[in-house]
């Protein structure tokens, strides 16, 4: 029986998705579990799995078109199959086709495409990093692997039996195989948190381009994941009642945990954010009010603390990655897991339960020398919060002036759940946080 390759959801707000690439032909044999064709969704790039075997009979959409989810894409069966009930002579769907069946559509990136409801616990990270523990292999000794992750496990000489599987039933998918190879070596051979991210290098600075001759302008389409940010700006700005409360922190002993623990841990490179999401998840835990959404006729006020990072991608647009049951982590923890999104999210290879379901979130650009902005809040969340640079500047200490290290936080809050005092008290348990994170030991 012929295979239907559908155009996945991959999330909540997902309506559409781009063809990428197909990285088979028509004509090409195809196993249960090859990778077929790479999408664009409003959040991340996926893979798509061949759900039955045979040959790659009919693509219906090629590489660049966007069409909506459940769209029948290509069609996989025997060579001598009859698949004109399938499709019509000029490629297009027939009504036979409308929608994906949840058999027929292929794993996200090696798991479900349904997005989990927002108040669902995820796991705890596995100890020692973020990556889950390789699964035991099947009774006949043989690892599950996609044909693409087996090739470029060989390419890179790695063994396909010491990297953990994020794919159903613990099969290892072609990003598996990316993370295990940016680890070293006894990292990837303990399954460790996924290689620190470097800091970029500043731009040198370069003589002015000559003045363009070309065309007055061009209009670049919107990519996916623009349009979402489009459309979901326009629900939080306009209908949002924002207001803004800005505090100054001392950061002097923060900057003395951090280099502490850099010396100890030279891999670890604790920075100033992963402090300062340490001490948000535990100020939240104080002010649960804060830690809350609104929801039309009712405030939910949520139980855990999931952290959401705002996260400029490589390709231009902003993904949200999310720390779960962050005021239950480690500083170390929330380290290697910070890392370890941010650098999938720049690499539009998150998983689609890893972007969804944050309570509270928190952007920084201090990295860009940005000292304040205020951010615009991620509906339905209540709150978010803006950080700036840490930066030296002349204080007021004991009567005389001296070199103080300070960073400058805006909380952006929806009216409607927050109140003006409640966002001060908050900001106020954060200030004393940073200012004495022997806290966060606690």
């Not at 998840?281 to 649960?288: F, V, Y």
């Not at 809350?292 to 949200?320: K, P």
């Not at 909380?411 to 946080?433: E, M, N, P, W, Y």
Request: hydrophobic share 40%; with cysteine; charged share 20%.
């Amino acid at each position: 029986m012929a295979a239907k390759v559908m155009m996945p959801k991959g999330s909540d707000t997902m309506t559409e998705g781009k063809v990428l690439k197909w990285l088979k032909k028509e004509g090409d044999p195809v196993s249960t579990g090859d990778t077929v064709v790479e999408i664009e969704t409003d959040k991340v790039d996926m893979e798509v799995e061949a759900m039955g075997g045979g040959v790659l009979r009919k693509i219906l959409v090629q590489a660049g078109k966007v069409v909506p989810v459940g769209e029948l894409l290509a069609v996989i069966g025997k060579p001598d199959e009859d698949i004109s009930a399938l499709v019509k002579g000029d490629g297009k769907v027939t009504s036979a086709a409308p929608s994906a069946p949840a058999s027929a559509v292929a794993a996200a990136a090696g798991k479900g495409t349904a997005a989990p409801p927002a108040t669902a616990p995820a796991p705890a990270p596995a100890a020692g990093g973020t990556l889950p523990a390789a699964p035991a292999p099947p009774s006949g000794g043989r690892v599950l692997a996609s044909p693409l992750a087996r090739k470029m496990a060989k390419e890179l000489g790695l063994d396909l039996g010491s990297i953990p599987g994020t794919g159903p039933g613990g099969r290892i998918i072609r990003q598996d195989v990316e993370r295990s190879a940016a680890l070293p070596s006894h990292a990837r051979a303990a399954a460790g948190g996924a290689a620190p991210l470097r800091a970029p290098a500043p731009t040198p600075l370069r003589r002015p381009p000559a003045a363009p001759t070309g065309p007055e302008f061009f209009d670049a389409p919107l990519s996916s994941m623009r349009k979402t940010i489009a459309t979901r700006l326009v629900q939080s700005k306009g209908p949002v009642p924002h207001f803004y409360l800005t505090i100054e922190v001392d950061m002097k002993r923060a900057k003395e945990l951090r280099e502490s623990a850099n010396l100890l841990d030279p891999e670890l490179k604790l920075s100033y954010n992963d402090i300062i999401l340490k001490a948000c998840a535990a100020a939240l835990r104080q002010h649960p009010e804060v830690n809350a959404s609104f929801q039309g006729e009712s405030i939910r006020y949520h139980n855990r603390v999931h952290l959401g990072m705002a996260v400029a991608t490589d390709g231009g647009g902003l993904i949200t990655p999310v720390i779960r049951n962050a005021d239950a982590m480690s500083l170390q923890e929330i380290s290697r897991e910070t890392k370890d999104l941010v650098g999938r999210a720049r690499a539009r290879k998150l998983l689609p339960d890893e972007y969804v379901g944050s309570t509270f979130s928190v952007s920084n650009l201090g990295m860009m020398g940005i000292e304040e902005f205020s951010a615009v809040i991620n509906p339905p969340e209540g709150a978010i919060l803006a950080v700036g640079a840490v930066t030296e500047k002349p204080v007021v200490a004991d009567g005389r002036v001296e070199v103080g290290l300070r960073c400058r936080l805006t909380l952006s809050c929806d009216h409607r759940v927050v109140d003006g005092a409640t966002g001060a008290k908050f900001l106020q348990t954060l200030k004393q946080i940073l200012e004495n994170p022997v806290y966060l030991a606690f």
